[in-house]
């Protein structure tokens, strides 16, 4: 499908009406208008000039046609309502100076340069039996010339010029920030080929294995590896951090992402199409035209609410005059007023902005949340399950206790063998700091004890290095006996080092627990989360020992991948819940629970299940995210509120006889300027 960018689209009701009509034609049945990114998606088999005219009869555009932005049904719309206004003004300066049929004159040129646009779609809607906003306000014109209201009249169709304008521009802030996103990607890279000379070629050219130079100041153009040269990399576009991060040969870059000092020479471990920053770009794209449960309620409202207007606006028209013995002109006046009050603008732009805006301001911070549903969906949760193990904690095992009862042979030994074993336990004893310092030793034999540990034999002494297993040989003497318990009760994982004879020391082994684990859960349960769930395969002691440091609600322990998901479904059916995790065994559990939010930095199938995306290595802007949430779904209520409140208020007043058709259009458009504004508040939050 070929993809145009558009302009002159504010409307979300007439973009959905347009893409009706595109549909019809031969060829266009799978074409999409999407209203949020201002983009058409057709078929290459379309007659591009009627989709041409179906987007004129809306005043909008394709971009690659004309080179102005306006932001409205119509290409000046500015520039038409100022006119518009200037004569309007005029006719108060020349009232009583000039023949009436001068100020008629004036009257209809303000009207017809300020509204014809809405004027010919409506009375074209009419033939039709279409009713939306442009035919209410078509019939309010024509009614209000028709009885004389000539002032009035022009009024309406300035002010509904000024609220199209307004509309128009309050969408485009909101997509222009969007589109400020979407512009990291870098164009171009410097290739270097097999004979040392470089080339320039566009990153869609890029191949994995392939070699590029990254100068400083240039971004670099797809997912890496460092192979030479010593930099600090900003990653803020892929991960929200702001502080860059330094990187050296054999570390991991991600496309998009900013060389700040130095010569990088870089090797692409992935094609641009499959790289991180790619996928965030189609991700935040796709999320932007996904609707919302209260958008599509909105939409299908909105549908049955005009042509309720109507009624209700023809029977403001006749029962006065047939009950009350009213007059027919005062009735049929108010009647019009109800038709400009009932207009849906308002209504359906509550939604949209608000949510648009929320995901750009999650977007920023490198959470990137897959559609307008998820983001209202997160604002919802009561409840959320984290897998402890690289979530919570780091995912990397250090050593947190020793007991050296033969120091010298204990960390020689510990040395020697570990240094045969890629297990993630021998190398947190690895990197303990009297390992390192201990002398070097050669075993002449490692074996594996299975489901125990190992046998070494070094200097032709047998050594056993493992669980309590390997102890089995031993008669263990009161004071070990204690530290083991001691260090099982602290929920460690221990690894013994004995002889044939004697325990030569034990280590206490842990997962570290996230520097940000500490204080997210007060957090959290401050932003109204009721219930924080730690779900782990480890041992219940270790469970607790991490529980209790990072103050989570509830912990469910020694889980197998599938008991995992048993535990979600279990747990959703009492609240809202959200599953946090980063590793494929996570995959199923993300889809099970009511929202799946996934680490950025863990495995491909998490990240593709997940409903929500943490690019950092993370959890620290979990919080902001649901703040953001919360926020964008109040000021969705809040919309609706003003929106529905405002026109209720004005129908109120008909039934004393005082709404008037300027103040009906004020109060049409008061309510779509103070949605549009409150909807891009979200835009300004500060982060916590």
């Not at 003004?89 to 809405?118: D, H, K, N, R």
């Not at 390192?436 to 002449?444: D, G, T, V, W, Y």
């Not at 491909?604 to 902001?624: C, F, R, W, Y």
Request: proline fraction near 3%.
């Amino acid at each position: 499908m070929k993809e145009y960018k558009l302009q002159g689209l504010s409307c979300a009701n007439c973009a959905a009406e347009m893409e009706e009509e595109i549909r019809k034609l031969n060829h266009g049945e799978d074409s999409e208008l999407q209203f949020s990114s201002s983009k058409l998606k057709v078929q290459d088999g379309i007659d591009m000039e009627k989709v041409r005219r179906i987007l004129k009869s809306d005043g909008a555009s394709l971009v690659d046609e004309e080179n102005n932005h306006d932001h409205s049904h119509g290409p000046n719309m500015k520039q038409l309502v100022i006119i518009s206004s200037l004569i309007f003004g005029a006719t108060f300066l020349l009232e009583g100076m000039v023949a009436p049929f001068v100020l008629i004159g004036m009257y209809l040129a303000a009207i017809t340069i300020s509204g014809y646009q809405t004027f010919w779609k409506g009375l074209k809607n009419l033939v039709r039996l279409k009713f939306n906003i442009d035919t209410l306000m078509t019939i309010a014109l024509v009614g209000a010339v028709a009885i004389g209201e000539w002032k009035e009249a022009t009024l309406v169709a300035i002010l509904f010029g000024l609220n199209e304008y307004l509309e128009g521009l309050g969408m485009e802030k909101a997509r222009s920030s969007m589109e400020q996103l979407l512009k990291v990607a870098p164009k171009q890279a410097t290739r270097l080929l097999a004979d040392g000379t470089e080339e320039v070629v566009g990153i869609e050219d890029l191949q994995e294995g392939d070699l590029v130079l990254v100068k400083a100041g240039e971004k670099i153009p797809s997912d890496g590896v460092v192979v030479a040269g010593y930099s600090s990399v900003n990653e803020a576009a892929i991960t929200g951090e702001s502080l860059p991060v330094d990187k050296k040969p054999g570390e991991k870059l991600f496309g998009g992402s900013i060389n700040n000092e130095g010569l990088m020479k870089v090797e692409i471990s992935k094609a641009y199409n499959d790289s991180s920053l790619a996928k965030i770009l189609q991700l935040v794209e796709e999320a932007q035209e996904r609707k919302t449960p209260t958008e599509l309620f909105i939409n299908r409202f909105a549908k049955y609410y005009t042509p309720l207007i109507m009624v209700i606006s023809g029977l403001v028209m006749v029962i006065p005059p047939f009950l009350f013995s009213a007059s027919w002109g005062g009735s049929f006046y108010q009647g019009l007023a109800v038709l400009i009050v009932g207009c849906p603008c308002a209504l359906i732009l509550s939604s949209p902005i608000a949510i648009l805006s929320g995901i750009t301001k999650n977007a920023r911070n490198g959470i990137l949340v897959k559609g307008g549903a998820f983001l209202e969906q997160l604002g919802k949760i009561e409840s959320i399950a984290f897998d402890k193990t690289g979530t919570l904690t780091k995912g990397e095992p250090k050593v947190h206790a020793v007991h050296a009862y033969e120091e010298e042979r204990f960390f020689s030994v510990a040395s020697a063998v570990e240094r045969n074993s890629s297990h993630p336990i021998a190398k947190a004893i690895l990197e303990e700091e009297h390992v390192q310092k201990a002398r070097s030793l050669e075993p002449s034999s490692v074996d594996t004890i299975p489901g125990k540990g190992v046998r070494a034999v070094i200097d032709e002494k047998t050594y056993f290095v493992g669980s309590e297993q390997t102890l089995t040989h031993l008669t263990i003497s009161k004071d070990v006996r204690a530290d083991i318990d001691k260090l099982k009760e602290d929920g460690f994982t221990l690894v013994i080092i004995s002889d044939e004879k004697n325990v030569l020391g034990l280590f206490g082994v842990a997962d570290e627990v996230r520097e940000e684990s500490r204080t997210l859960m007060k957090r959290l349960h401050s932003l109204g989360i009721k219930h924080t769930i730690m779900l782990t395969g480890d041992h219940e002691k270790t469970a607790g020992k991490v529980a209790a440091e990072i103050g989570v609600t509830d912990v469910h322990a020694q889980l197998l991948p599938d008991q995992k998901v048993e535990k979600v479904d279990e747990l959703k059916r009492n609240s809202k819940l959200a599953m946090i995790g980063d590793g494929i065994n996570d995959a199923p559990a993300l889809a099970m629970a009511d929202l799946g939010i996934a680490m950025g930095k863990g495995t491909d199938s998490a990240i593709e299940t997940a409903d929500i995306v943490l690019m950092q290595d993370h959890l620290g802007k979990l919080p902001n995210a649901f703040r953001i949430a919360k926020r964008v779904n109040a000021v969705v209520k809040w919309n609706i509120g003003i929106a529905l409140g405002l026109k209720v208020i004005a129908l109120l007043l008909t039934i004393p006889g005082w709404l008037t058709l300027w103040f009906a259009i004020l109060a049409d458009m008061g309510a779509t300027i103070l949605v549009t504004l409150i909807s891009l508040t979200i835009l300004l939050m500060k982060d916590k």
